[in-house]
């Protein structure tokens, strides 16, 4: 399988863990030509932006290793702009969530911080 077909695959299978879990998706896949971000949900009045990470084995690490500082600082960025772009002025903070198995159901989200 091509590894983005997984990442569709993944980042679809938070989505639904996420809309599971009372949040509304409100976008997914948003990009600018400086940035991206896999997944962005609400739930009450903050705005969640979520890194997905998918890994079919942990042999070289788990999604969640991969969220390295300077991707936390893409992130922050990607964010940002977002909020610029949308007007948002609200609570907002980061998350990443780790997919792995060939099913895609086992999902861990963790909240990165508070902005």
């Known amino acids: 399988m091509k ?23 409100l ?6 030509r400086f940035c991206e971000i896999d997944i962005i949900a609400q739930r009450n009045e903050v705005i969640y932006f979520v890194e997905v990470k998918y890994r079919s084995k942990t042999s070289h690490g788990t999604g969640l ?13 990607a964010a940002e702009l977002w909020n610029s772009f949308n007007h948002w002025d ?14 895609y159901q086992d999902v861990t989200i963790v909240e990165i911080n508070s902005l």
């Open 3 to 25: 590894s983005s077909t997984a990442g569709q695959q993944a980042e679809a299978a938070v989505a639904a863990y996420l809309e599971q879990a009372g949040y509304r998706v």
């Open 27 to 32: 976008d997914a896949n948003w990009k600018t």
């Open 65 to 77: 290793e991969y969220i390295t500082s300077q991707k936390l600082k893409q992130m922050k960025f």
């Open 90 to 103: 609200g609570d907002y903070r980061l998350m990443a969530a780790e997919v792995s198995g060939s099913d």
